[in-house]
């Protein structure tokens, strides 16, 4: 799945959020709107700041074990993305030195590796190409495989990624986002 983030009410030019899934050594990017037995997506636009939240529900038995995403061209006519990764959540630095814009991100899981963006063919690939590169994308990975305390019948697990423009309302930790995304309908 490849979403455009700045499709997603972001300051142009914002940058490329994928999505992809592996079943043991096997990986692909998702394709727009493709589904995948046992995960669902819903996005939803963020109401205190330029940005969006995405919930990725999993039932008991999904298709696949793993979910990859990645991210990066924020400045598609140059290969100058700089990324401060802290834990779960990360900060793109892009532009001019002068016009230098940010975009913040919270993951699912500190599992964030700075990757080479011109190995991307698979999620998995870009996953283990390693750090040296002149086109510096982040990759992660979160594991689909539901938890072994899990009883048939239990509710799904949720994973949330979330982009933004920090501002005065608008600076998140992942504790936050399911609570979030609950009440982006009741507004």
Same mark, same amino acid.
């Given at each position: ?20 899934? /592996?079943?043991?050594?096997? =990986? ?10 046992? $995960? ?37 006519? =140059?290969?100058?993305? $700089?990324? /401060? ?11 001019? #030195? ?7 991100? $919270? ?6 590796? @700075? /990757? ?7 999620? +998995?690939? @870009? ?15 979160? =594991?689909? /495989?539901?938890? #072994? #305390?899990?009883?048939?019948? =239990?509710?799904?697990?949720? +994973? ?16 936050? +986002? ?10």
């Amino acid at each position: 799945m490849l979403i455009d983030a700045q499709a997603q009410a972001l300051t142009p030019p914002a940058g490329t959020f994928r999505l992809g899934i /592996s079943k043991g050594n096997e =990986s692909h990017w998702l394709k727009p709107k493709e589904k995948i037995q046992g $995960v669902s997506f819903q996005w939803k636009a963020l109401p205190d700041s330029r940005g969006f939240i995405l919930e990725v529900e999993v039932a008991s038995a999904p298709e696949a074990d793993a979910l990859f995403w990645s991210f990066g061209d924020c400045q598609p006519d =140059s290969d100058i993305n $700089v990324f /401060s990764v802290e834990g779960q959540a990360f900060t793109c630095y892009y532009g001019e #030195s002068m016009q230098l814009r940010t975009l913040q991100a $919270v993951t699912p899981t500190d599992d964030i590796r @700075l /990757s080479d963006g011109h190995k991307d063919a698979t999620p +998995l690939m @870009l996953y283990e190409s390693g750090k040296r590169t002149d086109r510096p994308v982040l990759a992660g990975r979160c =594991s689909l /495989s539901p938890a #072994s #305390s899990r009883n048939e019948g =239990s509710k799904p697990s949720r +994973l949330y990624f979330c982009f933004y423009e920090q501002n005065e309302k608008a600076d998140y930790n992942y504790y936050m +986002l399911p609570d979030i995304f609950a009440k982006i309908d009741k507004k």
